[in-house]
């Protein structure tokens, strides 16, 4: 399913002393299977604009099209729209409500009127596929853990099969454990079943990793547009709107100022890793030292990759 807004603008409080302007003039398509990360300072129009692609909101000017298809051009279809375009709230546990976990990630399917055969079978995919096993089917979901909850949070919103899946959010409050389990299962619900995701975050370092795509918003537009690096590239764009790049990006970039020869466009850990590896091998190669390395470097951060590039610990 194709999403597509067009000059999209919304007003809070319109008419009013307290009006205010956080959508201006919005555009972009987004195509069936695309993994798009969305980014922007507090206040610089995200929430509403997730809002909006769901229906939550009308907007004041503009449209969104499902499909080629206004979504608000029948008020009566409301529903189907929130049923094709799920969104995950940030803290989802805290619509948990059911006796147990089945109970609450069946709520959704029931309500669409789905029938109990084919609403168990809905529950039990979406608990599969965010990693809740079956031995906590019947548990209170006020049992489970931070993560946990999450997960099964989200399966809520997969129970209702969703087309487009926004996550907004996500990992907010979990510990490292809990973050990197929601996106080992956000990946798995993408290669799976194949839906598009737009996954709004503070994170650089996972929207790096992660996503194909970056908008970035600013002050209720749309800034840029594009594929990681190239978002990445333009990192004095990025700070002039209160943002940065992954810190992994300034960390390359020290590195090149010291005389290494390492490739631009690097803005992951494991990327990062691989690359400075295959620096440090070609030194070796060349019959260089880690004492040679670091007298380019100032010695403690390359001393860190330097030895673990040699296969050692640290």
Same mark, same amino acid.
């Given at each position: 399913?194709q999403?597509e807004v067009?000059?999209?603008?919304y007003?809070?409080?319109?008419g009013?002393?307290?009006?205010?302007?956080?959508l201006?003039?919005?555009?972009?398509?987004?195509?069936?299977?695309?993994?798009?990360?969305?980014?922007?300072?507090t206040?610089?129009?995200?929430?509403t604009?997730?809002?909006?692609?769901?229906?939550?909101?009308?907007?004041?000017t503009?449209t969104?099209?499902?499909?080629?298809?206004?979504? =608000?051009?029948?008020k009566?279809?409301?529903?189907?729209v929130?049923?094709?375009?799920g969104l995950?709230?940030?803290?989802?546990e =805290?619509?948990?409500?059911?006796?147990?976990?089945?109970?609450d990630?069946?709520?959704?399917?029931e309500?669409?009127?789905?029938?109990?055969?084919?609403?168990?079978?809905?529950?039990?995919d979406?608990?599969?596929?965010?990693?809740?096993?079956?031995?906590?089917?019947?548990k209170?979901?006020?049992?489970?853990s931070?993560?946990?909850?999450?997960?099964?949070a989200?399966?809520?919103?997969?129970?209702m099969?969703?087309?487009?899946?926004?996550?907004?959010?996500?990992?907010?409050?979990l510990?490292?454990r809990?973050?990197e389990?929601?996106?080992?299962?956000?990946?798995?619900?993408?290669?799976?079943?194949?839906?598009?995701?737009?996954?709004?975050s =503070?994170?650089?370092?996972?929207?790096?990793r992660l996503?194909s795509?970056?908008?970035?918003?600013?002050?209720?537009?749309?800034?840029m547009?594009?594929g990681?690096?190239e978002?990445?590239?333009?990192?004095?764009?990025?700070?002039?709107?209160?943002?940065?790049?992954?810190?992994?990006a300034y960390?390359?970039?020290?590195?090149?100022?010291?005389?290494?020869?390492?490739?631009?466009?690097?803005?992951?850990?494991?990327?990062?890793?691989?690359?400075?590896?295959?620096?440090?091998?070609?030194?070796?190669?060349?019959?260089?030292?880690?004492?040679?390395?670091?007298?380019?470097?100032?010695g403690?951060i390359?001393? =860190?990759f330097y030895?673990r590039?040699a296969?050692?610990?640290?």
């Open positions: 399913m999403i067009e000059n999209l603008s007003i809070y409080s319109e009013t002393a307290f009006e205010k302007r956080a201006a003039g919005v555009n972009f398509k987004i195509d069936k299977g695309e993994f798009v990360g969305l980014i922007g300072q206040g610089s129009g995200k929430s604009l997730i809002q909006q692609l769901n229906a939550l909101l009308t907007p004041s503009g969104v099209l499902l499909d080629g298809r206004n979504i =608000h051009a029948d009566a279809n409301l529903k189907s929130r049923q094709r375009v995950v709230f940030q803290y989802p =805290h619509q948990l409500f059911e006796a147990t976990v089945f109970k990630v069946a709520f959704g399917p309500n669409m009127g789905i029938s109990p055969d084919e609403t168990d079978g809905r529950v039990r979406a608990l599969r596929i965010v990693g809740i096993d079956e031995e906590y089917f019947e209170s979901p006020f049992e489970l931070g993560g946990q909850k999450r997960r099964a989200i399966a809520g919103v997969l129970a099969r969703p087309e487009i899946l926004i996550l907004d959010e996500p990992t907010a409050g510990d490292p809990g973050r389990e929601i996106f080992e299962n956000i990946n798995d619900m993408r290669v799976e079943l194949g839906i598009t995701i737009i996954l709004v =503070h994170s650089m370092e996972d929207i790096a996503v795509r970056v908008m970035v918003m600013s002050d209720g537009r749309i800034i547009d594009g990681v690096k978002i990445f590239m333009n990192i004095a764009v990025l700070e002039r709107t209160g943002l940065a790049a992954p810190q992994t960390l390359m970039e020290e590195l090149k100022k010291r005389g290494f020869d390492l490739p631009d466009g690097v803005y992951t850990v494991d990327a990062a890793f691989g690359a400075i590896t295959d620096y440090f091998n070609k030194l070796e190669a060349g019959g260089a030292t880690a004492g040679h390395v670091n007298k380019h470097t100032g403690a390359t001393d =860190h030895g590039a296969g050692g610990e640290r």
